[in-house]
């Protein structure tokens, strides 16, 4: 049989890379970069290459399973969906619409099906109780940037490709190859950084990948980021620094600003930072008089009690220092197709609202339409109205990936009912009464609904699939409409096309009134998630229109570029007012609530950090749990290791290679775990990493290759009760632990 090559789009992590994949005899014979690729230029990581142990993986769910007595059992997917319409709406019907939840994990970001269709599932069981990990990661970002710049997704990224000056905060894109910010090969785009003369320097608690290819690298005091912005801050004001440049018309709020940050005076917060106060002054300077200069920071400094508070100090600094919507300074991508910051009447919106709820148990309000993940256990362990009593997992293994994974396990095991859709039958999936695999990656069409909207270029690739799926596999968005038309009432027979057909009518109708016949007519031929990107590229800001701008983009268009890697749409370009969707149409510096949470580290100036805290750490390989069953991934060196700094082994008595206790006291009791240490000169003295994700030791999970090295979970160390009061985002570093030498 002859050696076919197809393009597609990698969906393991936001850099989002091109890949040229060749397939003989009906399997993959080799993945590597795609050179041609307008966005990646053939860039690729390990995560790439995995997509043929993803897809081959006997262990990945072909077939829906069905509990009976406690043991799994294959069933045909007319079976699975029969015992969800059996189960599922009787607990809705006897205990009401917030008896129920909805759990979604990241991997739903890079799948168009899961992503545009999971709003209407959740729409459909009308409940408050939805959750995703983003209250583990990036909500803190996203909640800042909603508040100063009127939508979620206004994120300002580094313009990388024309800076002179990057300062990166608590973050890893040599890992990660951006977070938040989507940056494949951000190691080649730092080299040419530094070629042209520029600068990257870095501030984190470990000597990280990015760091170690850094100009400077300074430590900080986990959780400290907060002082040292606000301290930065202080010092473009004390020093007559402040100049706006670009955005200085639209800007609201600059001396309350001044006002708020006043007690943050680098000597105030050096001890707390452990960065000297020259050093902190210096850090403000180059920023400011660098022509093009930008700070990025990411999950380091979102997940810790100050989240919400960093990420917009972050923001902070870029406006005051004139880098702001400047070309080499943090600008705003604009995405081919779903840009909400660019639909509607530019340059002034409604804005945010979080708070719209709370959660039932702690208060917790309600932000970008979800509760803190940390929150589900007690939702579900605590009696009354409102209890959660049935439960729906997206791609999601929250018993690894979010605090108290322990209390998690326990409380899903009392649900009346949980249905899962995953790919794996792993440490939460194994609590659930009915599994819907969705098909292979490589089995799916692919187009980026949310990483334009963060890419440091713009561009709009689309991908087919690569193997056709086996004939009773539905698509993953038919399986969220038949779910959605469950507990509807619709049933379970109900045709998922027919469904979609019908909401597509309405949709187009509410959208575009006089037009929708003749959008109808023009997307006859497409259904689901195609049709709906089309009328997004058409309707979007480089769209042809439905005809009136003949040479703008169609899904047709996007779809002849596969081959040729895409097509680019350019550099970032300034786009203040216009993005803007602040009801005062200004970029709002001062948001009342961040200014008033500023007085919670006003306040924790005076007390000590502890003597050892614990972070995570993030690595190449292991951007999800699952990532530990894919052979190419998994191989190599033990990765769930504490790194420890020498001078804290020694005064611990700790060992390389040897066994550590390593325990956290919170009001619940003490919690621990015992971990494999390895003694590294890249952590700060008085600092312990450990990476998230792992723990793949318990009963009942079909994760083969990950339970020959299970490792630890670090997250069983962490309290559920502690989170940014802002955004709901656990704290997940900077916390206090001990430990000790096991013999």
């Known amino acids: ?45 390990p995560k790439g290459v995995a997509l043929k142990d993803l897809h081959e993986d006997p262990d990945r769910l072909r077939q829906p399973l069905i509990k009976r007595d406690g043991v799994f059992m294959e069933a045909t997917w007319e079976e699975a969906f029969a015992e969800i319409e059996r189960r599922l ?54 909640l800042a940037s909603g508040l100063m710049f009127g939508h979620w997704l206004s994120v300002a990224l580094p313009d990388i490709a024309r800076t002179q000056y990057l300062l990166v905060i608590g973050a890893n894109p040599l890992a990660s190859n951006g977070s938040m910010w989507t940056v494949p090969d951000f190691k080649g785009k730092a080299k040419a950084l530094q070629a042209r003369g520029g600068r990257l320097v870095v501030i984190d608690p470990r000597r990280t990948e990015t760091a170690a290819v850094a100009d400077a690298h300074h430590f900080i005091r986990p959780g400290a980021d907060v002082f040292l912005l606000a301290a930065m801050v202080h010092t473009l ?52 008089n660098t022509e093009c200069a930008a700070v990025y920071a990411r999950i380091g400094t979102c997940t810790q009690s ?44 409604k804005g945010i609202a979080t708070g719209r709820h709370q959660a039932r148990v702690s208060g917790a309000p309600e932000v970008m339409g979800e509760l ?4 589900l256990a007690e939702e579900i362990e605590t009696t009354g109205a409102g209890q959660i009593r049935a439960l729906i997992t997206v791609a999601t293994n929250p018993v690894l ?70 004939p009773e596999q539905p698509e993953e968005w038919q399986t969220m409409l038949k779910l959605a038309a469950i507990v509807q009432g619709k049933g379970a027979q109900v045709d998922a096309n027919a469904l979609d057909d019908a909401q597509f009518a309405d949709e187009a109708q509410r959208l575009f009134g006089p037009q929708a016949e003749a959008i109808l007519t023009a997307t006859r031929h497409l259904k689901g998630p195609q049709r709906a990107l089309d009328v997004a590229l058409r309707a979007g800001p480089y769209g042809d229109g439905f005809g009136t701008r003949p040479d703008g983009l169609t899904l047709a268009k996007v779809m002849a570029a596969n081959t040729t890697g895409g097509i680019d749409l350019g550099e970032l370009q300034p786009r203040i007012p216009e993005l803007l969707r602040t009801p005062s149409g200004k970029i709002e510096l001062a948001p009342p609530s961040l200014l008033a949470d500023l007085q919670r580290p006003a306040a924790d100036l005076n007390f000590p950090a502890p003597d050892l805290v ?32 020498p001078l804290d082994a020694s005064r611990l008595g700790l060992t390389d290679g040897a066994q550590a206790l390593i325990t956290r006291d919170t009001l619940q009791g003490p919690l621990s775990l015992q971990a494999q240490v390895h003694v590294s000169a890249e952590m700060m003295p008085g600092v312990v990493s450990l990476p998230h994700g792992w723990g793949h030791d318990l009963p009942g999970t079909r994760l083969t290759l990950a339970a020959q090295r299970p490792g630890v979970n670090l997250n069983a160390l962490l309290d559920d009760q502690q989170r940014d009061p802002l955004s709901g985002t656990s704290v997940l570093g900077g916390v206090g632990v001990r430990m000790a030498a096991v013999s």
């Open 372 to 375: 803190p993940i940390s929150c």
């Open 306 to 349: 100050y989240g919400t508070l960093a990420s917009w100090l972050v923001d902070v600094l870029n406006v005051l220092t004139g880098h702001l919507d400047a070309p080499g300074g943090a600008m705003f991508a604009k995405s081919a197709a779903f840009g909400s910051n660019t639909a509607g009447k530019p340059g002034i919106g």
């Open 237 to 288: 004001f004390a020093e007559n620094l402040v100049r706006l440049g670009l955005v200085a018309q639209w800007v609201n709020g600059v001396d309350e600003v001044k006002a708020a940050v006043n007690p943050f005076t680098p000597e105030a917060v050096a001890e707390r930072c452990a960065i000297a106060p020259e050093t902190i002054r210096t850090l403000a300077r180059d920023l400011a």
């Open 401 to 470: 990936s979010s605090p108290n994974g322990p209390r998690l396990s326990k409380a899903l095991d009392t649900l009346d009912f949980m249905v899962s859709l995953d790919i794996y039958l792993n440490e939460t999936t194994r609590h659930a009464d009915v599994i819907l695999p969705g098909p292979s990656p490589l089995e799916d069409l692919h187009y980026d609904v949310a990483f334009p909207q963060l890419s440091w270029r713009n561009h709009a690739r689309y991908s087919p699939p690569v193997f056709e799926r086996a």
């Open 614 to 645: 614990l972070i995570g750490r993030r690595d190449v390989r292991t951007n999800n749990s699952w990532m530990h069953n894919l052979p190419v991934l998994a191989k190599g060196p033990f990765r769930c290791t504490a790194l420890v700094h």
């Open 89 to 142: 709406p009787p607990v809705m019907a006897a205990h009401g619409r917030n008896a129920s939840a909805i759990v979604v994990g990241n991997p739903s970001a890079h799948k168009i099906g899961l992503l545009t269709y999971f709003g209407k599932l959740a729409r459909a069981l009308g409940t408050h109780n939805v959750f995703s990990a983003s209250t583990l990661d990036q909500m803190p970002k996203q």
């Open 1 to 45: 049989m002859l050696e076919t090559t197809h393009h597609r789009i990698c969906p393991l992590c936001e850099a989002c890379c091109g890949l040229e994949i060749k397939v003989k005899d009906g399997a993959v014979s080799s993945i590597r970069g795609h050179a041609e690729d307008v966005f990646s230029a053939g860039y690729i990581c």
